[in-house]
């Protein structure tokens, strides 16, 4: 018995799906998916580029740009990577053989993703007490956040 990886994908494939039905799934997910997308990198877009002057000065669009790049990381990985593996059954021979070592692209999706995963809910933790501190403390609230925003964007 030979250890190839056409022997593998044989053996751990289940081509029994309908690849027109999954296909129309990853479609619809693309969809959806894509619409966050394009609503994530509108809402950076507007805040860096297009009302700059307006948006920069406060920290919490500071941290809302922060988890917004996380959460177009966590998009991206999911579309172009685990659900294009998940819901494309005629790839499932070709990505057995890519899953079968390790490898540099998937060490890269595999800690780009945790790590916006983690950003983001640091990134929620940030928000919630930034307006906290609006309300509690509305006088010391821009020297507050002058100190705690670059924190709270690395």
């Known amino acids: ?14 081509l029994d799906y309908d690849s027109i039905w999954e296909a129309i799934i990853y479609f619809g997910t693309f969809t959806f998916l894509g619409s966050g997308l394009y609503l994530h990198l509108t809402i950076i877009k507007t805040i860096l580029v297009t ?14 740009v ?12 999911e579309l ?19 899953f079968s070592s390790p490898s540099v692209i998937l060490n890269f999706v595999f800690i780009s993703l ?13 928000m919630v007490l930034n307006r906290m501190t609006s309300v509690l403390f509305p006088t010391d609230y821009e020297k507050i956040w002058r100190v705690m925003t670059p924190i709270s964007c690395v």
Do not use: G, W
Request: hydrophobic share 45%; glycine share 0%.
């Open 51 to 64: 009302e700059r002057k307006y948006f920069c000065r406060n920290s919490f669009f500071k941290i809302t």
């Open 114 to 126: 945790n790590h916006a995963r983690l950003s983001k809910s640091v990134s929620q933790i940030f």
């Open 66 to 77: 922060m988890d917004s790049l996380a959460s177009v990381v966590v998009i991206l990985n």
């Open 80 to 98: 172009f990577f685990n659900r294009l593996f998940i819901y494309s059954v005629p790839f499932c021979p070709t990505a057995l053989s890519f």
């Open 1 to 14: 018995m030979s250890n190839s990886s056409a022997d593998l994908a044989q053996d751990q494939c289940d």
